[in-house]
């Protein structure tokens, strides 16, 4: 089984930066596309970016297209996500996954924006 570790949040000024990174254990990682997942207050789960496992296209929520860009480095078995512009309702907790069908979920790390 996958374990997933997510880090790199915190409190941010609108119009800040972020970058998250998503470390998976085991080299089965580099064979699936991923994706950054985040839930807000009182919300459910909502996707917002994937990158395929290769070449190919990444994909993002409207919500945070030109804002947000999603990366990975398969050598360190990492995904990334370098949030810019942050906004108020960018405020969440924010998970990695496998896209498509869910390992078990890691502990998130929480984003807040907010002046």
């Known amino acids: 089984q996958v374990q997933l570790v997510e880090s790199g949040g915190g409190l941010v000024q609108p119009g800040g930066s972020l970058r998250l990174s998503c470390v998976a254990s085991?080299?089965?990682?580099?064979?699936?596309?991923m994706g950054w997942y985040r839930q807000a207050p009182g919300k459910q789960r909502a996707l917002v970016a994937t990158?395929?496992?290769?070449?190919?296209?990444?994909w993002y929520a409207d919500s945070v297209k030109g804002r947000f860009t999603i990366s990975r480095d398969s050598t360190k078995n990492t995904v990334y996500l370098q949030m810019n512009n942050l906004k108020p309702e960018d405020t969440a907790d924010y998970y990695c996954?496998?896209?498509?069908?869910?390992?078990?979920w890691g502990q998130g790390t929480q984003v807040t924006v907010s002046s």
């Open positions: 996954n496998r896209f498509g069908s869910s390992w078990s």
């Open positions: 990158i395929p496992s290769s070449s190919g296209n990444t």
């Open positions: 085991g080299s089965i990682f580099r064979m699936y596309s």
